[in-house]
């Protein structure tokens, strides 16, 4: 058995590390002369109906003995490689296996970024359903205008455009797929977010994502002098331990005053705006999901860190208002955008048999974009191509969920049990209790790291289930496999000391003691360095979400919880796929912080975003589980 503590070993996997980097560097190189000798490349002001002119790059193939469709890709990120002499692009469209199949490749920097004109940027700009002039624009009509100007001015075309993003670029794809132009045939909006309030970047149900939007924002969203081709300078936290960084921080009213100065004008917007009001509700993308006739690939990853919610949303959204699209959602083990670059196989410590991610691009997207906008092959995937995790196979549905899957209840137990039996104890005191202390949070990972990363969303929670802050519920060894497809619905009886708190649900997958380690012993998608973890006893984080209690019952009025009063809360944990073994055990973890990827609640119902350090302040939570009051899970189960 081949191991990594030995000097020598360790020698020739750095070397095996090394190897690679440089054959993936020649490649890229190989890749870049392909395009240099295959395509003719130009840049391009394209006039948008309202005047301003967005900085276009256009790849066209040399070859003119016949006419290409067009694939746009439009994002806020630079599309970088400037100079119409500059091929150093290391390939065209979402992947290397696009570059010898005939598309003209358009690439845009959206309004206000980079080398485009504008007014300043606005993050999410939201769509306007109404158009009263052409002074009225959005990233809709200027993905009109910028298809329409192609189709017009690059010769060779055949008249058909597809469009495809991954995060910030599958919400322009998104937001192209509304009032699309006629020659828009097919898109792909990948991990796109829709609600930065309920479920993507920035909050999760009013809970603000503090580690993330800080890096984010800074990075993406501060004010710019002038037009550039750089990005922000890497900010210097002064720590590998964004942990510590966060908690010195102190309260997030900080922020500004220390780090960002007026520079990161987003930043200070979403201080103003804690609740869910009209800044953020005509964000939301999917509320105009109406009219889309053509054919659209819906791509998520399972263990997406950033946007699983925006690209489910999307995707039963336009299933909900266009039951007659062609509409086809494919969901695998990925973390963000992990589809487009790795090959799939595996995620932190977690095995998955295949190389999911190649499967993806050379049977799935590749052959989406060649039949809609060439004719060329054959598309017969079913409504869900989704991969069972634990089982480790992909699956085909005519829907999603699974017609096959069943409503059933995973209820909380006497002394740390979980069953499918609902509890039997009658008394108000069947309830188990911690002590939230928001200087002491809870950790979300047992990295030590300045951003969230991607690897803990499969991480082993060994590391929390420790913790006297941290309730822990399991189930028997399982006698037989149990397949969950669907969303995970927490329904919770809680009661505080506080008046406001957060309530953390993980669904946590527990392997066998017996359980063989992984060979090489090396976590991937985050680290190259080996892991030496030990997979007997490990506890997979299948899926998680927090939830702020003051918006229990209204997302745009909170209100305080009242001390000691049992209340009910409900919500959403979102969809997944996966078995949990025979052999196995399921397990749930209920915490109330979840730091720093999620902001402290002072547990006392005040503007979080104003708040002061004294109004931080430890708070007794209780979790009720008898007849009346069964704190569960609602899962859906395949039969």
Same mark, same amino acid.
């Given at each position: ?97 696009? =570059? ?21 940027? $606005? $993050? ?5 359903? $109404? ?141 103003e705006h804690g609740d869910y009001d009209d800044y953020w509700k005509p964000q939301n993308v999917s509320q105009y999901m109406k009219n889309i006739n053509h054919a659209i690939l819906h791509v998520a990853g399972w263990f997406d860190a950033e946007d699983f919610y925006g690209p489910m949303d999307i995707y039963y959204t336009t299933e909900k208002n266009n039951p007659k699209n062609k509409s086809t ?192 012993? $090396? ?42 009063? =049992? ?73």
């Amino acid at each position: 058995m081949r191991t990594y503590r030995h000097s020598g070993s360790r020698r020739l996997w750095l070397l095996g590390i090394t190897l690679l980097v440089i054959s993936s560097a020649l490649f890229s190189q190989d890749v870049s002369a392909l395009i240099q000798r295959n395509y003719n490349k130009a840049e391009y002001m394209i006039p948008m109906r309202d005047g301003v002119k967005l900085f276009t790059q256009v790849y066209t193939p040399k070859d003119v003995s016949q006419n290409y469709p067009i694939l746009v890709y439009r994002t806020p990120y630079s599309i970088g490689f400037y100079g119409p002499d500059n091929y150093s692009r290391p390939f065209l469209g979402p992947n290397s296996d696009y =570059v010898t199949e005939g598309f003209i490749f358009a690439y845009q920097d959206v309004r206000a970024r980079y080398k485009s004109e504008g007014e300043p940027f $606005v $993050v999410m700009k939201p769509h306007k359903s $109404v158009k009263r002039g052409p002074q009225d624009t959005d990233e809709s009509s200027d993905t009109y205008d910028m298809i329409e100007w192609l189709l017009k001015n690059i010769p060779h075309n055949n008249g058909r455009a597809g469009q495809w993003g991954i995060s910030y670029g599958g919400w322009q794809t998104a937001e192209g797929m509304i009032d699309a132009h006629p020659a828009l045939k097919a898109s792909s909006p990948q991990a796109s977010p829709t609600d930065m309030w309920l479920g993507d970047d920035f909050h999760h149900n009013g809970a603000f994502r503090l580690q993330y939007t800080f890096g984010w924002l800074r990075g993406s969203a501060a004010i710019r002098a002038g037009q550039t081709e750089t990005r922000e300078a890497p900010f210097s936290f002064g720590t590998p331990d964004g942990y510590k960084f966060f908690m010195e921080l102190g309260a997030v009213s900080n922020v500004d005053r220390l780090y960002f100065h007026n520079r990161v004008p987003t930043w200070n917007e979403y201080m103003e705006h804690g609740d869910y009001d009209d800044y953020w509700k005509p964000q939301n993308v999917s509320q105009y999901m109406k009219n889309i006739n053509h054919a659209i690939l819906h791509v998520a990853g399972w263990f997406d860190a950033e946007d699983f919610y925006g690209p489910m949303d999307i995707y039963y959204t336009t299933e909900k208002n266009n039951p007659k699209n062609k509409s086809t959602l494919v969901v695998g083990p990925w973390l963000h955008g992990g589809w487009s670059r790795m090959d799939g196989d595996a995620l932190g410590n977690i095995r998955f048999g295949f190389k999911t991610g190649v499967y993806f691009r050379q049977q799935v997207e590749l052959p989406f974009f060649n039949y809609y906008l060439k004719d060329k092959g054959t598309f017969n995937l079913p409504e869900a191509l989704v991969f069972e995790t634990g089982a480790n196979q992909w699956k085909s549905f005519d829907r999603w969920p699974p017609r096959q899957a069943v409503d059933k209840n995973l209820y909380f137990q006497a002394n740390g049990k979980l069953s499918f039996t609902p509890p039997a104890e009658r008394s108000d005191q069947a309830f188990d209790s911690y002590v939230s202390d928001p200087n002491k949070p809870v950790p979300f990972t047992a990295e030590t790291r300045t951003s969230n990363g991607h690897l803990w969303m499969v991480e082993d929670q060994r590391f929390a289930a420790s913790r006297p802050d941290v309730l822990v519920y399991q189930s028997d060894v399982l006698t037989e496999d149990v397949t969950i497809a669907g969303p995970i619905i927490a329904s919770l009886f809680v009661s505080t000391t506080g008046t406001d708190a957060d309530w953390i649900v993980k669904l946590i997958d527990v392997y066998p003691g017996t359980a063989p380690d992984n060979v090489p012993n $090396v976590a991937v998608g985050g680290t190259v360095e080996p892991s030496n973890v030990r997979m007997g006893d490990f506890q997979m984080l299948v899926g998680a979400e927090v939830f702020r209690g003051k918006y229990r019952n209204s997302f745009s009025k909170p209100e305080p919880f009242v001390p000691d009063r =049992v209340t009910k809360i409900e919500y959403d944990l979102r969809d997944k796929f996966h078995t949990f073994l025979r052999g196995h055990r399921i397990m749930v973890q209920v915490q109330s912080s979840w730091f720093p990827l999620i902001d402290r609640n002072p547990q006392k119902f005040v503007d979080i975003y104003h708040a002061k350090e004294s109004d931080f302040q430890r708070a007794t939570q209780k979790v009720f589980r008898s007849a009346t009051n069964s704190s569960q899970l609602k899962l859906k189960v395949l039969q």
